[in-house]
């Protein structure tokens, strides 16, 4: 299986696959697309490594660019399809198509459940299990804190799996598989679980996210988009540095979210 990722060297552009990609990365300040930040592309399909904090699609709101509005940009485009959604607060891989065939064929392979779709997160609290999976049934929609799942007559089938990375006190990071694609599915089944995603201000714990910006001088959700495996081929986005530092700072004997101090 071939791997694409954003350091793969330029010498590769002879890799005579289905699909090629571009990864970069967005300024949460000035977001703009440059030419020094793409890997890979064909006449179909791009990848984007997508910062924190900058939505897909803004819907009525145009106070701020969304990320199809900087792609459009980039390449003159009046139209630019994302064939799946990040939310705002995740980073990590996020495919587009160039035109609506790329498009269909594309949106068809997520809803077959034939796209391998992995992530990486930062939950609150020790996870006991090394490995295992989360079936809880949920919404297809945006919810709240209160009620992740949704209301009874609206849940659909859901399945979550999840291998434990690393874990204290205060923190575990879990490699998370998604099998369905429900909206929000890894933020709910985390909350559920009683682990929720460390910064999530919809379902997770507020006085634990506020202690996180106090002490670490992090104010972004802890999931990632880690890897997608489409077509025969694999796109990564390297995980962000940020995980594994906080994970090591969360073992130091000092004072740590959730503390009395």
Known sequence: MKRWSRNRSSASTEHRGFLFWIGFYISERVPELTSDKIIFKNSDFVAIDKGT?????????????????????????????PVHRLDKE??????????????????????????KKNYHALVSGPVGAKS??????????????????????????CETRF????TSKYFSHLNLQLITGRTHQIRKHAALAGHAVVGDARYGDS?????IVKIYSESRMFLHCHR??????????????????????????????????
């Open 53 to 81: 904090n900058i939505s897909i699609h803004n819907g009525e709101d145009t106070s701020e660019d969304d990320l199809i509005a900087i792609v459009q940009r980039f390449y003159g485009l009046k139209t630019i399809f």
């Open 90 to 115: 995740t980073t990590g891989v996020q495919i587009f198509a160039f035109n609506q065939d790329a498009a269909r064929l594309v949106s068809a392979e997520f809803q077959n459940r034939s796209v």
């Open 132 to 157: 295992g999976g989360w079936n809880w049934s949920l919404t297809d929609k945006s919810e709240g804190r209160r009620s992740p799942a949704g209301a009874s007559k609206d849940r659909v089938v």
């Open 163 to 166: 291998e434990r990375i690393d």
């Open 207 to 211: 006085r634990l996210n506020r202690r």
């Open 228 to 261: 997608i495996e489409i077509f025969g081929e694999t796109i990564i986005s390297p995980l962000p540095e940020v995980f594994s530092s906080v994970m090591m700072r969360s073992k130091m004997p000092t004072p740590i979210a959730g503390s009395n101090e």
